[in-house]
T-cell receptor, first 113, second 115 residues
Framework: AQSVSQHNHHVILSEAASLELGCNYS??????LFWYVQYPGQHLQLLLK??????LVKGIKGFEAEFIKSKFSFNLRKPSVQWSDTAEYFC???????????FGGGTRVLVKP | DVKVTQSSRYLVKRTGEKVFLECVQD?????MFWYRQDPGLGLRLIYF???????EKGDIPEGYSVSREKKERFSLILESASTNQTSMYLC??????????????FGQGTRLTVV
């Protein structure tokens, strides 16, 4: 079965620190990859997405992610976090064969002011 | 703006009741999904549908069923609600395929409590 793994459940860091969240998936076929963010009390929002082309994608709020096909990974990064980045982050993989969209378990990020 | 509307924000039901959660979209997207979101477990896929009257089991379909009689509406049914189905339920929509934008759009969620 297709699975999506996020390595960290909780991350605590200070403002201006760099952030990297890992995401690995198990499916080897054609996929689309996403990172979503959920701020406290709010809906899920799309941060960025990868369909094809340049494996380094840039999203909103200074986030970027790199797709490494050989490692089945799509890690999220931000060079310098702000207190407002406190949220839960979800990696998601869409598999065209089967139309299935699967999420990882999420990573709660707390940025200390 | 894409609109995905879930019929209720909050629901409280008794154990054994039949519960209907409704999701309606106005964007003509083929794919519709039902997830439940629980702390530490992320979003787990219950059922999804890629066309009218078509449905596929997700990762945790037990205790649930779905109905899609019209393209814009996807219903999640708890045949006999149990306390372990207390959760936040999220509906999502997307286009199929990988050559178009398959970004998923979410409803606001329904927080269901089964007592």
């Amino acid at each position: 079965a297709q699975s999506v793994s996020q390595h960290n459940h909780h991350v605590i860091l200070s403002e201006a620190a760099s952030l990297e969240l890992g995401c690995n998936y198990s499916y080897g076929g054609t996929v689309n990859l996403f990172w979503y963010v959920q701020y406290p009390g709010q809906h899920l929002q799309l941060l960025l997405k990868y369909f094809s082309g340049d494996p380094l994608v840039k999203g909103i709020k200074g986030f970027e992610a790199e797709f490494i096909k050989s490692k089945f990974s799509f890690n999220l990064r931000k060079p310098s976090v702000q207190w407002s980045d406190t949220a839960e982050y979800f990696c998601a993989v869409y598999k065209a064969a089967g139309n299935k969209l699967t999420f990882g378990g999420g990573t709660r990020v707390l940025v200390k002011p | 703006d894409v609109k995905v509307t879930q019929s209720s924000r909050y629901l409280v039901k008794r154990t054994g009741e039949k519960v209907f959660l409704e999701c309606v979209q106005d964007m003509d997207h083929e794919n519709m999904f039902w997830y439940r979101q629980d702390p530490g477990l992320g979003l787990r896929l219950i059922y999804f549908s890629y066309d009218v009257k078509m449905k596929e089991k997700g990762d945790i379909p037990e205790g649930y069923s779905v109905s899609r009689e019209k393209k814009e509406r996807f219903s999640l049914i708890l045949e006999s609600a149990s306390t372990n189905q207390t959760s936040m339920y999220l509906c999502a929509i997307s286009f199929p395929g990988t050559t178009v934008n398959t970004e998923a759009f979410f409803g606001q969620g329904t927080r269901l409590t089964v007592v």
